[in-house]
């Protein structure tokens, strides 16, 4: 997943450098990527469904999906519904992204995307759920292992 989110970004459009590449031949702004992603996060954080949060401020379970991948963007006033919805300030969905004006382009970065997506898995939020089941001591422990085979499959795809 990582080579693919990476090349999404990597490669932009001629007509528009700030424009990411997607897989339809539909352009979605990093900056809405980046909103969506943050939405994912709060929602997740919230302990919500896709299903439940579209309950709270009227969208489809498929809405928030596109919402959440960056797909359709997030009108302002959609924004200030599902920031109500979830308790949260309007402004925490542009956390993380430069200044406007500031020159800087607005990326994303492949590592992040693909672990928001891997933590709105149900397999994701059940290895978070059990992790934090463990004392703290052996959390340490168990990043360890994970990190010591980690390092064990990188240097066999090396080889």
Not at 52 to 62: A, C, F, N, P, R
């Amino acid at each position: 997943m990582h080579n693919r989110v990476a090349k999404r970004f990597a490669s932009s459009s001629l007509r528009n450098g700030y424009r990411a590449e997607d897989d339809s031949d539909q352009a979605s702004h990093p900056v809405d990527i980046h909103v969506g992603q943050q939405l994912r996060i709060r929602r997740i954080h919230s302990n919500l469904s896709q299903t439940e949060l579209g309950q709270k401020v009227g969208l489809s379970y498929q809405q928030v999906q596109k919402y959440e991948s960056g797909k359709n963007r997030i009108s302002a006033s959609m924004l200030y519904e599902i920031a109500s919805g979830l308790n949260v300030p309007v402004g925490c969905f542009f956390d993380g992204l430069p200044e406007p004006g500031s020159g800087e382009g607005a990326t994303i970065a492949p590592e992040a995307d693909e672990r928001i997506a891997y933590l709105s898995t149900a397999e994701g939020r059940r290895f978070v759920e059990e992790i934090l089941r463990l004392p703290p001591k052996l959390r340490t422990r168990t990043l360890a292992l994970i990190r010591a085979i980690a390092g064990n499959e990188e240097k066999a795809d090396e080889d």
